[in-house]
């Protein structure tokens, strides 16, 4: 009944076959990045000439076009997104369209020097990923990202009143000994901190079964040190189970491969050539850039109409060039 009377609030072309309604939308704005990270991507990748990136304007008017069909949350990411000269010019240009929610998931390392300037537009949500607490660990894990630098703009987004969550995602025999610190980190520091499960996404399909560390064993590492974990109620769409630990930490756990959320998925993709893909397990779309507005609605559905049902196993793209 609610997605029945949701539905007549969006253009059908968001609706798909199985009830999803599209409400989030993904905006790639370069697959670059600073970081190596090493699940993310190789060492030496070829990355997107920028000649071929879409333009500020291409970005804030295809995100118009999409808004008004019923998009209401988008989340820029990456690659690292604050590589892109333009990062602060696209912030505004989206921050000034009707989006309920403007958000952001950045690896920290050049965000500092960007927050006054972004509290100034309509970008709340900061998710800044810090896969571990220990300098040398995070050093080798990203392949030189420098943590302090991190960190302190972690601190100054959250002091300067955004809603700053960090993104860790737990590997076996790398991390997965930090999980009990992570959350006590959030308890102290008052910010949530996510577990995101290792996916078969680039590098990913190679060292999985050695590395993923499924969602129930990162929630009885939590039980065992902390105890009891209260279920916080999300929106039937949100990625996270998330929850609140004895000691006041906020906890979400990302459960993309164990315990997989296709059935409610409401996200869509846009790369930083202008694809509008239906998933991030497909490395297929359609371009969006030029357009014409009274097109919009039958490339969408068309976009739409490819999502699949449940999981798909892997994708041998890495998450840098799809956009996470
Ligand atoms: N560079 C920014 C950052 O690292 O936050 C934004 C882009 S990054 C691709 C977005 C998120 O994808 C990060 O939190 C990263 O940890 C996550 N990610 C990358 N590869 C992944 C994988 N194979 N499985 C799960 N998450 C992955
Ligand atoms: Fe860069 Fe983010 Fe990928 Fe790390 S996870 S290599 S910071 S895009």
Sequence with gaps: MIAQAKSQLVSSSLLDDHGRIMRKLRVSLTDACNFRCFYCM?????????SKLLSPLEIENICRE???MGLEEIRITGGEPTLRPEF??????LSALPVKTLAVTTNGHYLEKLLPQLKGTNLSKINISVDSLDEGRFHTITRGGDLRKVMSALFRARDMGFEAKVNAIIFRGINDDEVVEFARFSAKEKIEVRFLEYMKIGPGINDFETRFVPAREIRSKLQEALGMLTAVSMPHDSTAKVYATSEGGRIGIIASESEPFCGDCSRLRLSATGMLRPCIMMNTGLSLRGVASEDYPAIVSKIVALKPEGRLP???QGMYQ???
């Design 42 to 50: 190789e060492e030496n990748p070829v990355f997107t000439s920028p």
């Design 66 to 68: 999409l808004i008004s």
């Design 88 to 93: 602060l010019e696209i912030v505004e240009r």
């Design 314 to 316: 892997e994708i041998a």
């Design 322 to 324: 799809i956009g996470g």
